[in-house]
């Protein structure tokens, strides 16, 4: 089955610095990869997500890379604020082999911006 | 409306009881999810309805019995649980969970914060 691995597992940055966030994916079947940002006590929210027919997309101070030869993708976080704060998951769709797609997720990253 | 709604918010259950979550979402979708989260970790999938059919059964023990009585409804059936059960669980749903071809984002309800003791 797919395996996705994801650094950093926590990660601290000023206000205003950039984040970078890191996962890699085992299935070179796997063809759509989200984003979920949790803040405590809430449900995951996507942010942006990317399909492997494109190498880059963002959303305003989110952008997502994707490296299909590597099996690696990437949020970019930039001019971080506190607001930000939350543990964000990577996620790979793949076909379950049982006539229906599902996301195997990664262990997350908790990010903390400092004021 | 993107909206997953769940109920109860929280619940608190004995070993011996029987209980029920509900979810439910308008978005016309045609899958719909459950998820057990534990603190600091990524959900973890439990069952896959495609088309109101269990698709998935992630090896979930039988004290976790799952329902679907309508494309908007998903309901999770719990009895004799163990206080190791104790966690969020999260439904979800997606337009359709059997075309690779879309995107089928996942969307989240709030979740359930079961506490069995």
């Known amino acids: 089955g797919e395996n996705v691995e994801q650094h950093p597992s926590t990660l601290s940055v000023q206000e205003g610095d950039s984040a970078v966030i890191k996962c890699t994916y085992s299935?070179?079947?796997?063809?759509?990869f989200p984003w979920y940002k949790q803040e405590l006590g809430k449900r995951p929210q996507l942010i942006i997500d990317i399909r492997s027919n494109v190498g880059e997309k963002k959303d305003q101070r989110i952008a997502v890379t994707l490296n299909k030869t590597a099996k690696h993708f990437s949020l970019h976080i930039t001019e971080t604020q506190p607001e930000d704060s939350a543990v964000y998951f990577c996620?790979?769709?793949?076909?379950?082999?049982?006539?229906?797609?599902?996301?195997?997720f990664g262990k997350g990253t908790k990010l903390s911006v400092i004021p | 409306d993107t909206e997953v709604t769940q109920t109860p918010k929280h619940l608190v259950m004995g070993m011996t009881n029987k209980k029920s979550l509900k979810c439910e979402q308008h978005m016309g979708h045609r899958a719909m999810y459950w998820y057990k989260q534990k603190a600091k970790k990524p959900p973890e999938l439990m069952f896959v309805?495609?088309?109101?059919?269990?698709?998935i059964n992630e090896s979930v023990p039988s004290r976790f019995s799952p329902e679907c009585p309508n494309s908007s409804l998903l309901n999770l059936h719990l009895h004799a649980l163990q206080p190791e059960d104790s966690a969020l669980y999260l439904c979800a749903s997606s337009q359709d969970g059997t075309s690779g071809r879309r995107t089928d984002t996942q969307y989240f309800g709030p979740g359930t914060r079961l506490t069995v003791l």
């Open positions: 309805y495609s088309y109101e059919k269990l698709s």
């Open positions: 996620a790979a769709r793949t076909h379950s082999g049982a006539g229906s797609y599902q996301l195997t």
């Open positions: 299935d070179s079947a796997s063809n759509y």
